[in-house]
């Protein structure tokens, strides 16, 4: 299907979807450039939550009661609707988490615990968010296996040369991100599947930063794990996906035991359910699976293409004017970025351009973005990072750069 273009003027009204964008702060127009940690909601998003529980909330058991039923069917329905988003072959193979850091951590756990053993590598890149590294590291330290770490350049680019040369015989996963969240690279994913796979080594991607600002088919790119959170992408905390292909599911030892995951327990033992339902222990957040389906359809009404071309257009002129900013140094210069503007300014911590930033109404991060290893190999201990989304506008980065200027000593 072609996506119906949108042009400037049109995201200019998707402004108006977002409630809390109206919302003025410290007496000033909100310019919201903290995406990157979490979206801000479209009402229809918030209008799903409410009317999933003033008509449908109960808890999920297939032919117990009528409301059961129908919580039951939306959970599914948001799986399905989440296949589609994403592409992958079967619903079976979407597995509903709390976010990001728990799908990379049931990823780490069971297959440290089912394949992991000493002297084994798992491979990542430099530039990893410490939640895909810190259940690595977990995982090799209770199996006797080893990091091994896929240099960045000064631009932030992946050296596909040095991983190349570091990945073996000993390699048993690579775990790298799509987008980095630190710097805004976008790492060559599909040649480091390929690469991989000749070499038989499964590929796990961190899609947090990628999968609300282009089109992610988890069947072309070809990893075998694919890790998101729904807040970064316009729907509730608390709900995010695995995507893992059927043959790693099937084989995978569970993650957490508890009800919804079995078929028959005895004291004796423990038949599992099928996947994904066997990765998904205890009651499910039915209200997170609601809202990330509504979501998924707002954001498919747009268009990923769209979305993704407004968002380069405003980094571009984001890019060229922090430049008029004496003492200004864009960190993470990689050739494709992501909608993500790291920056160090001389003379100021990223903290105290944080704060001048807040003063202006202009939301911000600024530290180490959970990727210290990553400041780490630019010398730095932070930076100041403007992350862009849908409702950005050429306004919010004029209102960044008018707050850059008043950073006097
Ligand atoms: N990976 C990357 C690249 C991220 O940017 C983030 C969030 O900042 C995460 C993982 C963790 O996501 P969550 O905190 O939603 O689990």
Redesign the pocket.
Same mark, same amino acid.
């Given at each position: 299907s072609c996506p119906r273009r949108m042009m400037g003027a049109d995201f200019q009204r998707l402004r108006n979807d977002f409630p809390l964008l109206a919302r003025p702060v410290r007496g000033q127009r909100l310019a919201y450039l903290d995406s990157?940690?979490t979206t801000q909601k479209p009402l229809e998003v918030i209008e799903a939550l409410r009317r999933y529980y003033l008509e449908d909330n109960a808890n999920t058991h297939r032919g117990v009661h009528f409301l059961s039923d129908r919580a039951t069917e939306l959970y599914e329905a948001a799986r399905e609707r989440v296949r589609r988003f994403v592409n992958a072959a079967r619903a079976d193979e979407i597995v509903f988490v709390?976010? #990001? #850091? @728990?799908a990379?951590n049931l990823v780490a756990a069971t297959f440290g615990r089912a394949f992991l053993r000493a002297g084994d590598e798992i491979l990542l890149s430099a530039m @990893? &968010?410490h939640? +895909?590294i810190v259940p690595w590291q977990i995982a090799c330290e209770q199996a006797g296996a080893q990091l091994r770490v896929v240099p960045i350049d000064d631009d932030g680019e992946f050296r596909f040369d040095e991983f190349e040369r570091l990945i073996g015989p000993r390699t048993r996963l690579v775990a790298v #991100?799509h987008?980095? +969240?630190a710097l805004g690279t976008v790492t060559p994913l599909r040649r480091i599947v390929e690469r991989a796979h000749a070499a038989g080594v499964p590929v796990l991607a961190?899609g947090?930063?990628a999968i609300a600002h282009a089109a992610v088919d988890v069947q072309a790119l070809g990893c075998d794990f694919y890790?998101f959170?729904g &807040?970064?992408l316009y729907a509730p905390m608390g709900i995010?996906v695995l995507y893992g292909k059927s043959e790693w599911l099937a084989k995978l030892p569970p993650y957490q035991g508890g009800g919804h995951m079995i078929r028959d327990v005895t004291f004796a033992r423990t038949e599992y359910d099928l996947p994904p339902r066997k990765y998904e222990a205890g009651t499910p957040n039915v209200e997170g699976a609601v809202g990330l389906a509504a979501a998924l359809d707002y954001l498919e009404r747009i268009g990923l293409a769209a979305i993704g071309a407004h968002e380069r257009a405003l980094l571009d002129y984001a890019t060229a004017r922090v430049a008029e900013i004496g003492g200004l140094r864009v960190i993470g210069t990689a050739r494709e970025k992501g909608a993500i503007l790291s920056f160090v300014v001389d003379g100021f911590t990223a903290g105290e351009v944080g704060s001048a930033l807040d003063r202006h109404g202009v939301a911000a991060r600024s530290g180490h &973005?959970?990727a210290l290893p990553a400041m780490r190999r630019f010398g730095i201990e932070g930076t100041a990072r403007a992350s862009f989304a849908l409702y950005n506008d050429r306004e919010d980065v004029d209102q960044l750069v008018a707050a850059l200027r008043t950073l006097r000593r």
């Open positions: 990157a940690a709390r976010g #990001t #850091t @728990e990379i @990893e &968010h939640s +895909n #991100t987008v980095s +969240n961190d947090a930063q890790a959170s &807040h970064k995010g &973005h959970c």
